[in-house]
């Protein structure tokens, strides 16, 4: 066999070889959604084989703080011959609010059925994590660079990445359980998105994406978003727990969503406080990335800034959410007016994820939007 001939061969075997690790890929996200479906409704059996009788928790709590204002400091009883005294049992709690609220009983509701149904969808979510992961480095081993080259790796990546942070919170026994449905719904519909509409096929980059600042610049988008995706999800659930307690403590009655969903999460004010912390934490290494990217632009185009659709939105969700930790640490923000702040800056994120690469041209966007694939990287 001449050298060139041998050349030829052991071309053809690496691409072989590349085309079944792809294929591999492929088959390890399939399996993944369907771990994550199985997950899904596991998660369902945890909220409805829970206790659906909690609201009576949250509303003796609101009432024996109103109460507690007008009861005396100290009563006596009497038992037998001696004098027992009795405190008024009052629930006290740190809140952002005026109202101090227990925490729920968690997602199955405080029973031990619904805390098995929770248990096992913990454990399928880690499998589905892992075989998802396995999906990310197979797909990146078939073309040799980082899993992160267009819209569908983006989204495969970014989705096992937030089902990470998930994961690692509760290994520092973080009370998230309540998270694992939401994860669980957007993940898959994530997911969906990426094997239908996004679907690239493994090729290798354009000659701007090579560079080593792919993998610091995209890497840490991709985990600041998914960390703003679970400060998001928090916030959303403070709203609609808000609005239920607020409706206890005027006397008001829950409606059967209330009751058997909304008592289990955490207070409002827990809600609230942990989305500002998830927030606050990673909004310094969304300040990396955009300064990254910058270095990155300037290596790849000769300048630093020019104001590219991606570059604008990526700043523009740098600015929104620099004003909500702003109004939260100096203005006094707290609650309702927050929220609204945080969760238009992750709308500002979202756009800058699906909208700026699908529906805008620009020096981030590679090729156009054709038979279900779109070339261009994440950020």
């Not at 998930?166 to 973080?174: G, I, M, N």
């Not at 238009?344 to 529906?359: D, E, K, M, Q, R």
Request: hydrophobic share 50%.
């Amino acid at each position: 066999m001449t050298l060139a001939a041998a050349t030829e061969a052991a071309t053809e075997l690496a691409t072989a070889t590349n085309e079944h690790l792809a294929n591999l890929s492929n088959t390890l996200i399939y399996s993944a959604m369907a771990v994550y479906t199985l997950a899904f409704f596991a998660h369902i059996a945890e909220w409805i084989f829970g206790s659906r009788s909690k609201v009576g928790r949250t509303a003796a709590a609101l009432t024996a703080t109103a109460e507690a204002k007008s009861a005396p400091a100290v009563t006596v009883k009497k038992n037998g011959g001696t004098a027992v005294l009795e405190r008024p049992k009052v629930v006290v709690r740190a809140a952002s609010g005026s109202r101090d609220v227990p925490d729920g009983p968690g997602a199955h509701g405080g029973t031990e059925k619904g805390d098995l149904y929770g248990r096992i969808a913990i454990s399928l979510t880690v499998l589905a994590f892992a075989i998802e992961a396995g999906g990310v480095l197979t797909r990146a081993l078939s073309v040799k660079r980082a899993p992160w080259g267009n819209m569908y790796e983006f989204n495969i990546t970014f989705t096992t990445v937030a089902v990470g942070v998930y994961l690692v919170l509760l290994a520092l026994k973080k009370n998230i359980r309540w998270l694992g449905l939401p994860l669980a719904t957007t993940v898959l519909l994530d997911l969906g998105l990426a094997v239908t509409v996004l679907y690239t096929a493994s090729d290798q980059l354009v000659p701007a994406l090579h560079s080593y600042w792919l993998y610091i610049h995209v890497s840490t988008a991709i985990f600041c978003g998914a960390v703003f995706y679970v400060g998001a999800v928090s916030t959303i659930l403070y709203l609609f727990k808000d609005s239920f307690e607020n409706k206890l403590a005027t006397g008001g009655t829950p409606g059967r969503f209330a009751n058997s969903v909304l008592d289990r999460l955490p207070a409002a004010a827990s809600l609230d406080k942990f989305a500002y912390r998830v927030n606050a934490a990673v909004f310094p290494l969304w300040t990396f990335t955009i300064i990254a990217g910058a270095i990155w632009a300037g290596d790849a185009w000769g300048r630093y800034w020019g104001w590219d659709p991606k570059e604008t939105w990526s700043f523009i969700t740098w600015v929104a959410y620099a004003c909500y930790l702003h109004a939260r640490a100096t203005a006094g923000w707290k609650g309702r007016k927050a929220a609204y702040l945080a969760l238009a800056a992750f709308a500002c994120w979202l756009f800058n994820y699906y909208g700026v690469n699908i529906f805008v041209s620009g020096k981030h966007s590679y090729a156009d939007v054709g038979l279900g694939a779109l070339q261009s990287v994440g950020f």
